[in-house]
């Protein structure tokens, strides 16, 4: 027997008929649960977590500090200005975008949403890839080099005639390691069948999950255009 | 002027003494909770995804309800929340709040919801198939079609035309009939 959708839709409002009677949810039990006994969680939620913010400040005020005593000293200067400049914007940033996310309003019509929701994903995922890429060439030697002069005094350009060169190599091999790694992760993601963080990890680098958000905000504009997408 | 209207509407929405939803909107997220899960049962095949799903979607209601406009229908605007975190849930965008508010706590009782959803029926396992070989944007159109919106209302929920909608759903209509065929 060929069922059509007018006929599914008899089925549907029956079973919501038995929905009304089956399901209880009160307003007194609401309000008890997310303004008394839950209180805490439901702020922390809301609030969402400065987490950058808090790992951020004690560099930013380290940086700060060192910036202020060699700014004479180009070789410590500029990995400092590096370094304080990274962890700035990149804190701006996650803040920024932590506070769209909690600002969205879920009211507004599907599309719009969406939409908003996955051009915020684009910007996280293109945050976290050059955070993660920059990152690994900064805070190797540029880090070392601030962290020793600061905190013990020491020279690391002074401390073996190879050192120079060590430092420049490294260096070098960080700006080279940046479309590596995205080389590299193209392909392990799709040939490692390993865990899901991981596969999530190469994606983000390799820059598939901004793809695969640009795809649906494709289909989004299809969908709203009128055209069909499947 | 509008938006001065806008913000006196939404401001209505809440108690000025408190930031807690009025008496009144709690009575309509009471009178309208079966839309949760209904939304959840067309984006969740599993029942413990069904649980998160709803807990999700109650937390963002509540969350949302300081900026209700009174101006749009209240089922619509829960609609629009229930499939628009439906949807980042499918899309795995959506943070996880698990346990954060047990759900049992509110009353919401997920298994006597899913027995009046029984798949031993066959007919509901056809509505089954048909959902789940739909995209996440379809589904919101089927569901609403099921639930008796038109397509005014539908395209009010989703932000496109009367129009696209009424092809859409005649798209999954024929979909539906040439599986049936195939059959």
Same mark, same amino acid.
């Given at each position: 027997m060929e069922m059509t959708l007018d006929q599914l839709k008899t089925e549907w409002a029956a079973r919501d008929r038995l929905l009304q009677d089956s399901?209880?949810?009160?307003?007194?039990?609401?309000?008890?649960?997310?303004?008394?006994?839950?209180?805490?969680?439901?702020?922390?939620?809301?609030?969402?977590?400065?987490?950058?913010?808090?790992?951020?400040?004690?560099?930013?005020?380290?940086?700060? !500090?060192?910036?202020?005593?060699?700014i004479a000293q180009p070789e410590f200067l500029l990995p400092a200005v590096a370094l304080q400049a990274w962890t700035l914007v990149f804190a701006v940033l996650g803040i920024q975008q932590r506070q769209k996310l909690q600002n969205l309003d879920y009211g507004q019509p599907v599309i719009e949403l969406q939409r908003s929701v996955e051009r915020l994903k684009i910007a996280r995922l293109a945050t976290f890839? !050059?955070?993660?890429?920059?990152?690994?060439? #900064? !805070? !190797? @030697?540029?880090? @070392?080099? @601030? #962290?020793?002069?600061?905190?013990?005094? @020491?020279?690391?350009?002074t401390v073996s005639t190879f050192?120079?060169?060590?430092i420049a190599c490294n260096i070098l091999f960080g700006v080279a390691a940046i479309p590596c790694a995205i080389w590299a992760s193209r392909r392990i993601g799709d040939r490692c069948g390993g865990s899901e963080r991981f596969r999530k990890f190469t994606d983000g680098i390799a820059g598939r999950d901004i793809a695969a958000a640009r795809e649906f905000l494709d289909r989004l504009a299809r969908l709203e255009r009128g055209e069909t997408s499947d | 002027m509008q938006a001065a209207n806008s913000t006196a509407n939404q401001m209505q929405a809440t108690d000025p003494t408190e930031s807690e939803p009025s008496a009144d909107l709690l009575a309509q997220l009471e009178a309208h909770k079966r839309i949760l899960y209904k939304v959840a049962y067309t984006y969740c095949r599993d029942r413990d995804d069904r649980q998160d799903l709803v807990q999700e979607m109650l937390i963002q209601v509540w969350r949302s309800l300081p900026r209700f406009d009174r101006r749009v229908k209240f089922s619509t605007?829960?609609?629009? &929340?229930? $499939?628009?975190?439906? &949807?980042?849930?499918?899309?795995?965008?959506?943070?996880?709040?698990?346990?954060? $508010?047990?759900? *049992?706590?509110?009353?919401?009782? &997920?298994?006597?919801?899913?027995?009046?959803? *029984?798949?031993? *029926?066959?007919?509901?396992r056809v509505l089954r198939n048909l959902i789940d070989g739909l995209d996440e944007m379809n589904r919101a159109l089927?569901?609403?079609?099921?639930?008796?919106?038109?397509?005014?209302?539908?395209? *009010?929920?989703?932000? &496109?035309?009367?129009?696209?909608v009424s092809t859409r759903i005649n798209r999954i209509k024929s979909k539906l009939h040439a599986e049936f065929k195939a059959a």
């Amino acid at each position: 027997m060929e069922m059509t959708l007018d006929q599914l839709k008899t089925e549907w409002a029956a079973r919501d008929r038995l929905l009304q009677d089956s399901i209880r949810l009160h307003g007194r039990l609401l309000r008890e649960s997310f303004v008394d006994k839950h209180r805490t969680r439901m702020e922390r939620l809301a609030a969402g977590g400065n987490f950058e913010l808090l790992f951020a400040l004690p560099f930013l005020a380290f940086f700060g !500090w060192f910036i202020a005593r060699h700014i004479a000293q180009p070789e410590f200067l500029l990995p400092a200005v590096a370094l304080q400049a990274w962890t700035l914007v990149f804190a701006v940033l996650g803040i920024q975008q932590r506070q769209k996310l909690q600002n969205l309003d879920y009211g507004q019509p599907v599309i719009e949403l969406q939409r908003s929701v996955e051009r915020l994903k684009i910007a996280r995922l293109a945050t976290f890839k !050059w955070a993660f890429l920059t990152g690994q060439l #900064l !805070w !190797w @030697v540029p880090f @070392v080099l @601030v #962290l020793f002069k600061g905190l013990f005094g @020491v020279n690391l350009y002074t401390v073996s005639t190879f050192m120079p060169r060590f430092i420049a190599c490294n260096i070098l091999f960080g700006v080279a390691a940046i479309p590596c790694a995205i080389w590299a992760s193209r392909r392990i993601g799709d040939r490692c069948g390993g865990s899901e963080r991981f596969r999530k990890f190469t994606d983000g680098i390799a820059g598939r999950d901004i793809a695969a958000a640009r795809e649906f905000l494709d289909r989004l504009a299809r969908l709203e255009r009128g055209e069909t997408s499947d | 002027m509008q938006a001065a209207n806008s913000t006196a509407n939404q401001m209505q929405a809440t108690d000025p003494t408190e930031s807690e939803p009025s008496a009144d909107l709690l009575a309509q997220l009471e009178a309208h909770k079966r839309i949760l899960y209904k939304v959840a049962y067309t984006y969740c095949r599993d029942r413990d995804d069904r649980q998160d799903l709803v807990q999700e979607m109650l937390i963002q209601v509540w969350r949302s309800l300081p900026r209700f406009d009174r101006r749009v229908k209240f089922s619509t605007w829960m609609y629009r &929340i229930a $499939v628009n975190v439906a &949807i980042s849930h499918y899309r795995n965008e959506s943070r996880r709040i698990r346990n954060t $508010v047990p759900i *049992d706590e509110l009353g919401f009782d &997920i298994a006597a919801a899913d027995r009046c959803f *029984d798949e031993d *029926d066959a007919n509901l396992r056809v509505l089954r198939n048909l959902i789940d070989g739909l995209d996440e944007m379809n589904r919101a159109l089927i569901l609403l079609f099921l639930e008796g919106f038109n397509a005014e209302d539908i395209a *009010d929920v989703v932000g &496109i035309s009367a129009t696209n909608v009424s092809t859409r759903i005649n798209r999954i209509k024929s979909k539906l009939h040439a599986e049936f065929k195939a059959a």
